[in-house]
């Protein structure tokens, strides 16, 4: 669970990429933010989850979620990754990530101990 402070980080860190979609021409943005359109949920065989960012770029699915220092382990959140991935690769598209400054190599960490494919990890700049 996050705290007022990471709840603030990752709706920066969602908006950040809404703002770098809509800045490289994506469609159908839609994003877990006050303000936009909710992604649609996606529905997996033990649990169904909503992304905190769909977009389609070039004809490309993206699907992607943000996570705060405190997440990126989370059980919670290898639920979502796993289904976000499947779900990418069965629509042709790519799975994202954004994580905060500094947290790149944990993020990759985690995916690579949970044999999950994602295309690009995002860093708040």
Known sequence: ????SESKEHAELINMMVR?????GARNVRADI???TTPDVI????QDHVPDLTVDKNGTRIILEAETSSTISDSHTASQ???FSDAAQKAGGEFHVVVPKGYRGE???RATALAIKVHTIWTLS
């Open 1 to 4: 669970m996050r705290n007022s």
């Open 20 to 24: 770098h979609f809509i800045g490289q």
């Open 34 to 36: 006050s303000g936009v």
């Open 43 to 46: 529905h997996g065989t033990k």
């Open 81 to 83: 990754w796993s289904l």
């Open 107 to 109: 993020a990759q960490q």
